[in-house]
């Protein structure tokens, strides 16, 4: 089966010929990268929620993922090159769980937690167990715990679409102007392909952005 694809505009090709990126263009190219990248992931997860795994499994994993990092890096990328400046940075908060052995130098440190739990009193413990281990002949404890974690994103603005660009929290200092917004949730989805610009026509203008910065 031929997968079909959106045709560039005539006055996109035109526009490029010319060295004239418009911010219409940047807009659709940023949105195809960001759309098919989001479909990959989409396929990461399926695979990942699979039971049957094999090698043909394993291959289309990591060419998923492959592509995914591809086309995320180049929407980055842009992202970082246009002269569209960020209009915020959004702080999203999400809980991540996390498993501590007792072989683990952590658990020490948790000792009161644990003992809350016990206690049924609050507690960043959520769940203890243990299981014998085989190899050293012993019972090994561990525990879970909930830990709140953040994620940081430059937020652009386009006249068709909005944007995201991740920031490790190293980078913050370089943004000191930018007002940050905390978020709760953050959700996005992929797009079907045949409303998107075709992948060629994005990366000759990630190129001629890319060459225009040398």
Known sequence: MIERT??????YTDNLKNG???DAMLSDVIFSYSKRAKNYRDRLRKYKGSSR?????LRNFEQCEEKMNNYYAKKSDILRLCDNMPKCIHQLTYNHRRRIYDYNDE???LEEERDNYKRHKQSKVIWMNSYFDDYNGDFVEFCDIIEKNFQWFLYYEFNAHSF??????S?????DGLEVVKLEE???YGENINDLLPVPFCDKVWSFLSERER
């Open 20 to 22: 004239i990126v418009s």
């Open 164 to 169: 995201h660009r991740p920031i490790d929290e």
């Open 107 to 109: 658990w020490s440190l």
């Open 53 to 57: 795994w094999g090698m043909y499994t």
């Open 6 to 11: 959106m045709r560039t505009p005539k006055e």
């Open 186 to 188: 953050l959700t996005t």
């Open 171 to 175: 980078e913050l200092s370089e943004y």
